[in-house]
């Protein structure tokens, strides 16, 4: 009987941990309004601290939408722009700490020439990192 109690506490504390720790919070850009600026790179992120920084940025059209997602009291915006491969994906992790968010950029395998934008939401302490995927 105890074995099964401690089972059950830990099966109910298990959430509780997990939404402490911090995470990567992907926004969907599909319906955003973004400036592409044709010079960024991927290895260059754009981090955007403040409402402020949020409405001057490429983002500005779509700040409102943005701003739903993101408590710039606790939170931060890194926003990737590149050109490249259809198949590129990044994907994001923030260390147990909280203190690092890194970025791992996959290159994709195909030929093809694409515009790509990825918004992100980190703590606002974090420093963020690039990485290429291995």
């Known amino acids: 009987m105890r074995i099964a109690s401690v089972l059950v506490a830990a099966a109910l504390a298990a959430p509780v941990l997990a939404e402490d720790a911090p995470a990567v919070k992907e926004i969907a850009t599909k319906d955003l309004k973004v400036a592409f600026n044709e010079s960024a790179k991927a290895s260059a992120p754009t981090e955007i601290k ?69 918004v992100f939401v980190v703590p606002k302490d974090a420093a963020v990192k690039y990485a290429r995927a291995k």
Not at 50 to 58: F, G, R
Not at 89 to 115: C, E, M, N, P, Y
């Open 50 to 118: 403040t409402a402020d920084e949020l409405a001057k940025s490429a983002l500005k059209d779509s700040a409102d939408a943005i701003k739903k997602n993101v408590d710039f009291a606790k939170e931060k915006v890194v926003v990737f722009m590149w050109q490249g491969s259809g198949g590129d994906r990044i994907t994001g992790t923030v260390a147990k700490d909280g203190k690092s968010a890194t970025f791992a950029h996959a290159f994709g395998l195909t030929f093809d020439l694409r515009q790509h934008t990825k």
